[in-house]
């Protein structure tokens, strides 16, 4: 048993042995390249002892919180998950409000331990989604970094593209796309349409008329975004997704592809994070932002305060 269950406790398993293990250290008759690889492997050692300390704590402060509530803790039950992670949102559960990066961590720590009883648990069942999408609803929840772009600033900097051609339909469905869930340049750019078409994707999409679900493959296991369909539909990052792979004639493998042709074909050849960067910084160039943004700053999915230019003013 792993510490924190309702029976006396063994050792716990360390995600050291299944995930991110320090690579043995790689003896070198180069001085440089030697001192390299001790290194290197030092630093993965601190990251996986880091790891394994943050996975114990979460879990041991879950079990606590489900004896206090006297709510079961085995099997898992996303209802139960979700409680928990409402209760850390707000602070009842602990000495003050967990921000969304800290409940992200706390989800998946308790899908590693879960796993590690061969056990399962489903992160992007209803109660747990929506436990998140309340706190991310709340004024300085999001994503907030230097230059945060805001949602007036996504809209200016849409109108900044051009409707009519194929590559200004794909800008539209990424800076959407990226800004309603969260995503990092290199997610948005290895998403495909269908799981496990290509060896360099990280992760998938799975498309309804309602709604989208992002799955992202991560060291920790499989994290789900889920995004429902909005309106205004010209501002609504579902309907540009759609409208591009429709246009493009894209039913399997890279969502987002290098526009080739004159312009009018969606080329074979998956994008790289740094035409991301380059999107970002043109449009909101073209848009009259003039802080320093990047494509890190579509991960202000809702800004709390908007300067004149529609960039937020927090930091992170």
């Known amino acids: 048993m792993i510490p924190g269950d309702t029976a006396p406790a063994a050792d716990a398993v360390s995600p050291a042995n299944k995930v991110g293990a320090s690579s043995p250290e790689i003896m070198s008759s180069h001085p440089t390249r030697a001192n390299h690889s ?25 079990s ?4 206090r509530q006297n709510l079961a803790l085995l099997p898992p039950d996303a209802q139960v ?6 209760a850390c949102a707000s602070g009842a559960a602990t000495a003050r409000p967990n921000g969304l990066a800290t409940l992200e961590r706390r989800l998946s720590s308790l899908a590693w331990n879960y796993r590690q009883r061969g056990l399962q648990l489903d992160r992007s069942a209803s109660p747990i989604l929506a436990a998140l999408a309340a706190l991310r609803s709340q004024p300085g929840q999001a994503r907030m970094g230097k230059g ?4 007036s600033g996504i809209a200016a900097m849409l109108e900044t593209l051009d409707r009519g051609t194929l590559r200004g339909l794909r800008d539209r469905a990424i800076l959407l796309l990226g800004s309603a869930g969260g995503l990092r340049r290199s997610e948005i750019v290895g998403l495909d349409v269908g799981d496990d078409e290509s060896p360099d994707g990280l992760g998938w999409i799975d498309l309804t008329d309602g709604s ?11 994290r789900h975004i889920k995004i429902t369909r909005s309106v205004p539909e010209d501002a609504c990052p579902v309907a540009a997704l759609q409208t591009w792979l429709r246009l493009a004639k ?3 493998g890279p969502v987002f592809r290098r526009v080739i042709g004159q312009g009018r074909v969606a080329g074979p050849q998956r994008l790289n994070a740094q035409e991301v960067a380059r999107l970002v ?4 160039l073209a848009a009259g932002i003039n802080s320093n943004v ?5 991960r202000a999915r809702v800004a709390p305060h908007h300067g004149p230019n529609g960039t937020a003013d927090d930091d992170d």
């Open 81 to 86: 998950v979700g409680l928990y992670i409402s």
């Open 294 to 298: 990047s494509a890190q700053s579509l």
């Open 212 to 222: 989208l679900l992002i799955t992202l493959r991560e060291r920790t296991g499989l």
């Open 250 to 252: 894209i039913h399997r």
């Open 38 to 62: 001790i290194v290197q492997s030092r630093g993965q050692d601190a990251n996986s002892a880091n790891t394994q300390r943050a996975y114990t704590g979460d879990w041991k402060h879950y």
């Open 281 to 284: 910084k043109r449009t909101a």
């Open 64 to 67: 606590a919180w489900c004896r």
């Open 148 to 151: 945060a772009i805001g949602q």
